[in-house]
């Protein structure tokens, strides 16, 4: 159990990373600290819990990342919406159905290193580290570092560092939440031709057929894929653009209306207003790291008129 964090901790965060009138440490949901971001290009809202960027609205435009009414904040639970980090593993943990699904980041709270300007935009660092909980699941030395970039644009980068002795294979993704005006109505493009596992048909491998659309459940990891794709949306009139470096997986979810159901941190209808797209290296595209090395996996994340 990870202690509260006091006013005098937020206190010393802004007193060492505070930018004033532009970023601040501020008590957020269940008093979890969050670094608010309001600059000209964008403001937006990151957790230190898991690192976990909740909101992004970039000037002029309506909020773009989806967050649950019902996501709940605290230890050890992972946050419903925003943009989970998945490490070290994605989804169920293979060798143990009893460990935490999508691995253990995303319901740490992460050490805040940096918040600076990069030209208009503000780049808020975030990094954590193995403990003895952390290896209790995974005995592995690692270092990693989640780089938000909040601008006109949104660049996340997750950069992992093997610092121990001995090689180590990660799975890893990017659990972003689009906020759509109805899911039922949008339109992702490019993934025509991509195999892919269909997780909601017993992992088969299939092949997909044109836009994607959402009329049911939604749960498929696309394979050896590195194309920049367009999530069309004519009720918000807007499309989202959403490229990736060093991603050879993207993985496309929606719970549908009866998954939904069972969810306590979403509410029943707001499977509607949700589509994730993730970047991601999961299964055969596991990253291995020899000591010292690092990789660093980058979504790239903009707004445009619809066509
Ligand atoms: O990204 C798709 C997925 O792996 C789905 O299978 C579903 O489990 C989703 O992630 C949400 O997982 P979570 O552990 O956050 O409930």
Not at 59 to 78: C, P, T, Y
Not at 237 to 251: D, F, H, P, W, Y
Request: hydrophobic content about 40%; charged content about 25%; proline content about 4%.
């Amino acid at each position: 159990m990870e202690a509260a964090v006091t006013e005098l901790d937020i206190q010393r965060l802004n007193d060492r990373f505070a930018i004033p009138s532009i970023a601040q440490i501020v008590p957020g949901n269940g008093g979890l600290p969050k670094v608010k971001i309001s600059s000209a290009a964008a403001s937006a809202e990151i957790y230190l819990h898991g690192a976990h960027l909740t909101s992004w609205i970039p000037a002029g435009a309506e909020e773009v990342i989806f967050l649950s009414d019902k996501a709940q904040f605290q230890d050890g639970k992972a946050i419903r919406g925003g943009v989970p980090v998945c490490f070290p593993w994605f989804n169920a943990k293979a060798d143990d159905p009893k460990a935490p699904s999508h691995g253990f980041v995303r319901t740490k709270t992460w050490e805040l290193e940096s918040i600076i300007h990069e030209g208009n935009a503000i780049a808020v660092a975030l990094s954590t580290q193995h403990d003895q909980a952390t290896q209790k699941w995974w005995p592995h030395d690692f270092h990693a570092v989640h780089k938000i970039t909040i601008g006109s644009d949104l660049k996340l980068e997750l950069s992992v560092t093997n610092t121990g002795a001995a090689r180590f294979n990660f799975q890893e993704a990017l659990h972003t939440y689009y906020r759509v005006g109805d899911v039922r109505q949008v339109r992702l493009s490019s993934l025509d031709g991509v195999t892919y596992l269909d997780n909601a048909d017993n992992l088969r491998e299939k092949v997909q057929q044109g836009d994607n659309i959402f009329t049911q459940r939604t749960d498929n990891a696309y394979i050896n894929t590195e194309s920049e794709l367009e999530l069309s949306d004519p009720q918000l009139r807007r499309r989202i653009l959403i490229g990736k470096q060093n991603s050879k997986n993207t993985v496309v979810w929606n719970p549908g209306d009866e998954l939904a159901r069972g969810m306590a941190d979403l509410g029943d209808e707001e499977w509607q207003h949700f589509v994730c797209v993730e970047a991601a290296n999961i299964r055969s595209a596991a990253i291995t790291l020899e000591p010292g090395e690092e990789h660093t996996m980058t979504a790239n994340i903009r707004l445009a008129e619809l066509h």
